[in-house]
T-cell receptor, first 112, second 112 residues
């Protein structure tokens, strides 16, 4: 079946540090890939997405590149802020079947 | 445009009680779904619907019922609550083909 593996947290960084959260996947078909973010006390919201190999999704300074050869979709940001503190979920969807498969989430805490 | 709304925000039930978690969306989305979020488990799909009158099971459907009589509403019914159903429940909706799902703010349910 389909699955997503992302790095275990929690991740604690100082403001302006570089962030990488690793995500790898296995899929029965050709997936679309997503990063969702959950701020404290809120629901999830889409951060970025990529729908085919070598696509780069980007939003709010975050980036992730769809790497088919390594089945990866790592999230990066060059300089994190305290306001980026949240839980980040990698997810995939195969064939527009509406069903998202999520990783377990990575808690990021950014200290001033 | 309220997006996806969920009620209640918090609920405490005793084992064996029944209740309905409400979900509504005003974006005319065909697809709606229910997830549960547990620590260290990510989000797991309970039930989903691709349109009014059509529902199907997700990954963890046992103990839950759904129906979809209108495009806007997708209630989740717990028939006989168990402590294992203590969780945070999220409703989400999506339109055709985008892969992007919009999440409600969640319902935190405790079963004692």
């Amino acid at each position: 079946g389909d699955s997503v593996t992302q790095m275990e947290g929690p991740v604690t960084l100082s403001e302006e540090a570089f962030l990488t959260i690793n995500c790898t996947y296995t899929a029965t078909g050709y997936p679309s890939l997503f990063w969702y973010v959950q701020y404290p006390g809120e629901g999830l919201q889409l951060l970025l997405k990529a729908t085919k190999a070598d696509d780069k999704g980007s939003n709010k300074g975050f980036e992730a590149t769809y790497r088919k050869e390594t089945t990866s979709f790592h999230l990066e940001k060059g300089s994190v802020q305290v306001s980026d503190s949240a839980v980040y979920f990698c997810a995939l969807e195969v064939g527009s079947n509406y069903k998202l498969t999520f990783g377990k989430g990575t808690l990021l805490t950014v200290n001033p | 445009n309220a997006g996806v709304t969920q009620t209640p925000k918090f609920q405490v039930l005793k084992t064996g009680q029944s209740m309905t978690l409400q979900c509504a969306q005003d974006m005319n989305h065909e697809y709606m779904s229910w997830y549960r979020q547990d620590p260290g488990m990510g989000l797991r799909l309970i039930h989903y619907s691709v349109g009014a009158g059509i529902t199907d099971q997700g990954e963890v459907p046992n103990g839950y019922n759904v129906s979809r009589s209108t495009t806007e509403d997708f209630p989740l019914r717990l028939l006989s609550a168990a402590p294992s159903q203590t969780s945070v429940y999220f409703c989400a909706s999506s339109t055709t083909g985008t892969g992007e799902q919009y999440f409600g703010p969640g319902t935190r349910l405790t079963v004692t």
